[in-house]
Structure formats: C-alpha cells, structure tokens
C-alpha cells in the first residue's frame, strides 16, 4: 500500500507542480506577466480544491481504490493533452479540468490509509505519503525546468505527463484491494447525506485550525516557489533557467521532513512539532533575504522540510480528529489547502512585482505567523487527541 501511494503521490504531483518549474519560459514565449503566469499553476490547484468532495463522496460510493483508479487515469489523460495547449487561455482551461481530475487522489490518500493501517503507525503511513508527493513534485520541476530551457515548456511538462503516466500504471498495479472500508451504493438507506458529513466536522473548531494551517502555510508555501524562478533569473543573480530549476531539489529535505515528522510526534506529540516545523519555514523564509545563491539554498532548503513537516502533521491529524466521515474530512483539508495554493500563490505576486523579494517575504511571513497563532489557541487543549 505504501509504495502504491507512494507511486500514486509522484504522478499526481509531478503533473500538478511542472508548470512550476517552466514559469519564466511560459512568460517569455506567451508574452504574460510573472502573476499572471502563475495563474497556470493556480488554475490546476483551484480545480483540485473544487473537486475533492465531490471525490471523496464518490469514494464512499464507488471504494476508495476504484474512484482513486478513475482519477488517476482521467488525470494522465489530460495531462498529456496540456502541452498542446493552442494558447494561454486553453492552458488555463485544460490545466483546471486536470486539477479536477488530480484532485481523486489527495481527496482520498489519506482516509485510504487511515483505515487500513493501524494507528500505531499512522503517523508514519502518513508521512511516508507525504514523501512521495514531494518527490513528484521535485521530480515535475527538475525534469521540466531544463528542458524547456533546451527546447520548450512543451517538451518540458509533456515529458513529465509521461513520467506520471508510468507512476500511475505502478499504482494500478500494486494497489491492495481495501478491507477496512466497504462502500454505501448510492441508493442505499444507510447512505448518510454528504451535507451531514461535512457539517459535523466543520462543527468541529480544532478542525478548522488544521484546515486554516492548510489554507496559510501551502499559500505561502507555493507563493515563494512561484516566484523563486523570476528571483533567480534576475539581478544580481542572472542564473539560467537550467541551474535556476536545481534549487527545487530542497524538496528532498521535505522527502525527509515528511517522514521525520511522524517520528517526532510519537516522542513529542503533534502540537510542538506542528509549531517547531513553522518555526523552521519562518527562519528558512528569512535566511532568502540575504543575495546571495548560498544563503538562498540553505533557506530554502530549512522552509521546505519546515512546510512539509507542518503539512505531514497537519494532514495526519485530521483522520485522528475526524468525525462522521474521514474522507470528508480530509477533503476539507485539501480544500483549504489548495485554496490557500490558488489564492495567496497569485496574489502574492502581486507584492513581488511591487516590491520584489522583500515583498513577497513580508506577505508569507505573516501567512505564517497567523498560523502558528491559530495553532497555539485552536489546538493546545489537553483533550485534543495527540496534542
């Protein structure tokens, strides 16, 4: 199961985050704007966060294998279709409708695993998730980022929807049959409404701190990797978009980050791991102020493994706190947290194109205090599961 979901986080992440990786040259060759080429990215985010309780409905329905199988092979379809886009606004539309497709496979990871993992290590199922989907995502930008300096951004993000599709094939294939899940048909009496489901865990005020973690910390999360390109290509840095493309291999310290977070919280609960990985993404965040390349990698590298660790714990909590439905539960989630990627990952950009980096690092600062402040009041209560 865990490789399955492994192989499963890698194709949905490397499609979702390639376009990422091409942001200078897809603002070069469609003559757009850094923001406005960042809408790319946003597009797909948006229809992901749109899409996910619609699949996690469906996974109540259909089984949590065979919607997950449904969305993996509509997203890697249309993955394939987004490097012949005709023009800016078709990248947008096609680049949306795979987001909804992408959005199957988050919407439902984790309840997967929730309910067939024991508890003991669900933290660190969990993480070792998170892993793969930071891999995917390091793996969409470094292939992609290259190669549309050598040729095109076509080339680029149609390389990585061919890599996705062999990592979905490995997932159909290796995927177990759930045993602790047995779907509701749609018609049956016992199917409980959707709307119910989602307001009993919106009741639920510790809920909705680790949603708002979601909503702030992957904002301002994909907001600095939006920009970082733009940064690097510019004064005084003047690095090619081959070498600019490296500097996501910090993902690698969230590959780690994700997983360790699962061993912290079995020795110090999820409460100050939670702070201390927001902890680390701020003074990662500060150490990029200093121009030079160094400086700039060592902090990217503290608030990558920072950002996932918070996320590993954040999204591994959420099943623990759930109530009347984990897959809805976990879509809220997602829901929060690719809003958040949609939103503050454009409007950010906004601050960067006035102010430039110090800009962008002041509006992802706050982002990242309001969180850990949420955190401190939402979810230091001593009954809160794991705290």
């Not at 309840?111 to 892993?131: D, N, P, R, W």
């Not at 150490?287 to 390349?293: A, D, K, Q, R, Y």
Request: glycine share 12%; aromatic share 12%; hydrophobic share 60%.
């Amino acid at each position: 199961m865990i490789l399955a979901l492994f192989a499963a986080g890698v194709a949905t992440f490397s499609q979702l985050y390639s376009v990422q990786g091409v942001l200078p040259e897809l603002s070069r060759d469609l003559g757009i704007g850094e923001a406005q080429a960042a809408l790319a990215v946003s597009a797909a985010t948006l229809g992901l966060a749109c899409s996910v309780l619609v699949w996690s409905l469906l996974a109540d329905r259909l089984g949590r294998l065979r919607t997950m199988n449904i969305a993996i092979i509509a997203a890697v379809i249309l993955g394939l279709a987004v490097p012949f886009s005709p023009g800016f606004e078709w990248l947008l539309a096609l680049r949306f409708i795979e987001g909804l497709a992408l959005g199957g496979i988050p919407a439902i990871a984790l309840a997967y695993l929730a309910e067939e993992v024991s508890h003991l290590h669900a933290a660190v199922a969990a993480g070792t998730y998170i892993s793969g989907t930071t891999l995917g995502g390091l793996a969409g930008r470094l292939v992609a980022g290259p190669l549309s300096e050598f040729w095109n951004w076509r080339v680029g993000t149609l390389v990585v929807s061919i890599m996705a599709a062999i990592a979905a094939s490995v997932f159909i294939a290796v995927a177990p049959s759930p045993r602790g899940f047995t779907p509701v048909p749609f018609a049956s009496p016992d199917a409980v409404p959707l709307w119910r489901k989602l307001w009993a865990n919106l009741r639920q005020g510790r809920l909705l701190v680790l949603y708002a973690q979601g909503f702030l910390l992957m904002g301002g999360f994909v907001a600095v990797f939006n920009y970082l390109g733009f940064r690097l290509e510019a004064p005084p840095f003047l690095i090619p978009a081959s070498l600019a493309s490296l500097v996501f291999i910090a993902y690698l310290s969230g590959t780690w980050s994700s997983r360790q977070s699962g061993v912290f919280v079995a020795r110090f609960a999820r409460l100050p791991v939670l702070l201390g990985s927001i902890g680390v993404m701020f003074g990662g965040l500060l150490i990029t102020l200093v121009e030079f390349l160094p400086s700039v990698v060592v902090g990217m590298l503290l608030f990558t493994a920072g950002f996932f660790g918070a996320h590993a714990v954040a999204s591994g909590w959420i099943p623990v706190l759930a109530v009347g439905g984990r897959a809805q539960a976990a879509s809220l989630y997602n829901l929060a947290y690719y809003g958040g990627s949609s939103l503050f990952g454009w409007a950010i950009g906004l601050l960067f194109n006035v102010w430039g980096w110090p800009g962008l690092v002041a509006g992802v600062g706050l982002l990242l205090m309001v969180a850990a402040s949420l955190a401190v009041l939402g979810l230091r209560n001593p009954s809160t599961p794991g705290a």
